[in-house]
Nanobody, 116 residues
Framework: EVQLVESGGGLVQPGGSLRLSCVASGFTFSGYAMKWVRQAPGKGLEWVSGINSGGSSTGYKDSVKGRFTISRDNGKNTLYLQMNSLKTEDTAVYYC?????????RGQGTQVTVSS
């Protein structure tokens, strides 16, 4: 069974930092590209960042470029998102996700709240 378990969210002041983690199981993690998506209150899901299976190629939503860094440790089956210089508009539930056999799988999410 595919499982993705996110952690690391919380309440942080504007300008602060958080590091999200996602532990994967039930599939060959090293064989799949991974991504982070988020859902802000009252809005739809939006793609935030992605990384290829080997970790050599990454991509970012324009509004987070230079502030967020995606990475992965295939030995630990873990995906990360380092978030710096957080803004109030980054407030959302963050999910890690992957596409397996044409179906998107994501975890339960972790809440990130940026507020003073």
């Amino acid at each position: 069974e595919v499982q993705l378990v996110e952690s690391g969210g919380g309440l942080v002041q504007p300008g602060g930092s958080l590091r999200l983690s996602c532990v994967a199981s039930g599939f060959t993690f090293s064989g799949y590209a991974m991504k982070w998506v988020r859902q802000a209150p009252g809005k739809g899901l939006e793609w935030v960042s992605g990384i290829n299976s080997g970790g050599s190629s990454t991509g970012y939503k324009d509004s987070v470029k230079g502030r967020f860094t995606i990475s992965r440790d295939n030995g630990k089956n873990t995906l990360y998102l380092q978030m710096n210089s957080l803004k109030t508009e980054d407030t959302a539930v963050y999910y890690c996700a992957t596409d397996i056999f044409g179906q998107t799988r994501r975890g339960q999410g972790t809440q990130v709240t940026v507020s003073s």
